[in-house]
């Protein structure tokens, strides 16, 4: 069975940092390009992050480029989003997914993780 | 960036009842489209891929139609499980940007 994971969210003050992980399992990770997906509140769903299989090209939202990192560890089944500089707009659900069937769409979803930024 | 717009925002309708919904694309994508259901405190759900294509496990009452700019997202028959959230995806191109979203609600 496909899953994955995710872990490292919470409460962060303005400014601040932290790493969310995406473990997975279930599937044979080195083979996935993987992707990081918000939902903020009461918003609809934003792609911010894709990572190919072997950890290059990346890709970014303009809205977290330079700020956030993604990255991932194959040997592990972790994938990983650095997250520095934090904003009150950075408030939101966060979804590791998995690239899917087409082109960059998402067939697995974790259950998403809240972060929460706020003083 | 390819802006990808929903119509309409919400829809009420009846169990039984057939439900079709639109997403447009600011630019061509060919046919990467992707269709998701998403329900309050899940993990959203492929649906449709390649703006056709059904997912393995999802109900054959879903359907995708369109290319190019317009595409269309149909549920044949509405079932209790279908009310929920419905989101298109461009598939075609970085950054990846989905629609706004249309809400399937009980009448």
């Known amino acids: 069975e496909v899953q994955l994971v995710e872990s490292g969210g919470g409460l962060v003050q303005p400014g601040g940092s932290l790493r969310l992980s995406c473990a997975v399992s279930?599937?044979?990770?080195?083979?996935?390009?993987m992707n990081w997906v918000r939902q903020a509140p009461r918003k609809g769903l934003e792609w911010i992050a894709y990572i190919s299989t072997s950890g290059s090209p990346t890709y970014y939202a303009d809205s977290v480029k330079g700020r956030f990192t993604i990255s991932r560890d194959n040997a592990k089944n972790l994938m990983y989003l650095q997250m520095n500089s934090l904003g009150a707009e950075d408030t939101a659900v966060y979804y590791c997914?998995?690239?899917?069937?087409?082109?960059?769409?998402?067939?697995?979803w974790g259950q998403g993780i809240l972060v929460t930024v706020s003083s | 960036d390819i802006q990808m717009t929903q119509s309409p925002s919400s829809v009420s309708a009846s169990v039984g009842d057939r439900v079709t919904m639109t997403c447009r694309a600011s630019?061509?994508?060919?046919?990467?489209l992707a269709w998701y259901q998403h329900k309050p405190g899940k993990a959203p759900k492929l649906l449709i891929y390649?703006?056709?294509s059904l997912e393995s496990g999802v109900p054959s009452r879903f359907s995708g139609s369109g290319s190019g700019t317009d595409f269309t997202l149909t549920i044949s028959s509405l079932q209790p499980d279908d009310f929920a959230t419905y989101y298109c995806q461009q598939a075609n191109t970085f950054p990846l940007t989905f629609g706004q979203g249309t809400k399937v609600d009980i009448k």
């Open positions: 630019q061509g994508i060919s046919s990467w």
């Open positions: 390649g703006a056709s």
């Open positions: 997914a998995r690239d899917g069937s087409g082109k960059y769409d998402f067939d697995y």
């Open positions: 279930g599937f044979t990770f080195r083979s996935y390009d």
